[in-house]
């Protein structure tokens, strides 16, 4: 190992520790290896700012500037748990989940996934929820760009064409199966209204994006069957199967028409390609 | 989400008004007078401010005269959306430079393709006068600090990141413009000051600089050097463009914050840089507590008053000299 690279190493393992620098400092197990005259063998102190005082003001600026990113992208989740706790659930998420990507916006990816095994979601039940949906809508903010499609393109399709229609939705679209409205604590945290009590009670959120502005709708079962036979890629004949299975194939076409037309006026569809192969505009 | 965060320092509270002891002797004309011109391939923008999401509507709405925008790189690469729209319409009207926090050039960890594949298609889309980042690591072992660590001023540092630049100004097919970073602490290992290390992986890479000006004065009351010193060590021809921001005083050490107006030291600091280096393109950064545009905007025209003043001061020079000049 060079020297530079044994002087970032202990840097990182110092400024990321959750104990602080001090006692980070004192808990390294080869201490005595990598820095044999101590810290002040290793930087410049003087009488102003020691030489752990410096790199304490390292060990702030990295977890402040994380705790403020998280913070900023989470502001539901962040009002729910109250900033002393997210002040330390933001350290233990940081211990276990680093960021690994060169934009700060990655850093909450796992946010949802690590709060399903948190004590604090004892106490939340939907908390993990409620921050998956917070990242689906960063997700749907800046997702690519596609050009929607008019629902005219449907009326000009051929009877014949229908069993084979297959649909691709815009890039921005995200499905989220939640245990409770999180997005009710989401709407009064961000317009900040006293935060809702919300029993738990299974929804499924439609996200996305139209034009540059992000939105998202409560969906019910055929909808979210639909969606995911899209998504599969499946034609609209497996998407009326999917359908009749839940409320029969009467309802199917008739609620099928309703949440196509609505997709569209969502400008949620971006090709539709009715083809028995292969794909096309 | 755009944002620009990087570059903040959340340490800004507790701000303390005592004066700082001045690291700027406030007397004109210490440093010597610029010898040469800038470096050619980089064109004189003016003065500008960095483009930050809390200005969209308004920049959208009235398209402000201004020379030029900076963007943080990372703030655009992102598949589409409201950065990638406000960056196209931007593109459109006014100069746009790229100052990067991520690319980590003296990171030990290998250099990060993906990361420098977005760079490029950014820079196709951007279409930057030039792209800039930070002579710094911002993490190690595949973790990323979101931060602006400092090294160690060894040969090795010198020779590890001289490297690493040529290889992305091979990859980018264009120059890269390292920037002094404000730093907080120094290692005992460092065998040459830090201006002595900016210019000589400048001098090896065959890269440039963007000079800093808050940043000097940070880290010279930081560390306790004379940041004419600073100035005096980086060659003249590499410097491209100059960067402005305020700080924060935390009384032990002061903080760059770039979430304060510029204070008049580092203005007067500035004032010398453009004596030494010429009227470069300037940049006003400001991440935290942002204020609306005209007020940032209005530290721009400070800047360029600033070079306009210097300008005359130096043509009346020049006449004088004239005058006083037997063979004219």
Redesign the interface.
Known sequence: M????E???V??RL??APEGVAAALAALPDRERVLP?GLE????G?E??S?L???D??A???F??????LA??FPATHAVVGHERFHGLVAEYLAVH????????M?GRALGDFLEAHPLCREVSYLPDLARFEWDL?GA??????EPLSAERLQRLAPDDWPALRLELT??LRILEARAPVQEVWSAATEGRELPRIAPQPTVLRIW?ED?RVFHRTIDRVELAALRAVQRGARFAEMCDAAAALVGEERAASELATILHRWFADLAIVRLDVSPGGTGH | MARSRIENTPLGAGHDSRPAPSPTPSDAGVVERMTAPGPSPFPRLGCGIGLRREHYGYILEHWPALDWFEIISENFMVPGGRPLYVLDRVVERYRVVMHGVSLSIGSTDPLNLEYLRALKTLAERARPAWASDHLCWTGVGGKNAHDLLPLPYTEETIEHVASRVRTVQDFLERPLLLENVSSYLAYRESELTEWDCLAEIARRAGCFILLDVNNVYVSAFNHGFDALDYLRGIPVDRVVQFHLAGHTDNGTHLLDTHDHAIIDPVWRLYAEAVRRFGPLSTLIERDDRIPEFSEVAAEAEEARRIQVEIDDEAQRESGRLLAADPRA
């Open positions: 060079t020297k530079l690279r002087n970032q190493d840097f990182w400024i990321r005259g063998g290793w930087l410049h003087d102003r700012l030489a005082a410096r790199l003001v390292y702030n600026m990295y402040f500037r994380l705790f403020d990113c900023e992208d680093p960021s690994e990507h060169p934009s700060v916006r850093l960063l903010f800046d997702a690519a760009d596609a890039p921005s994006r540059l």
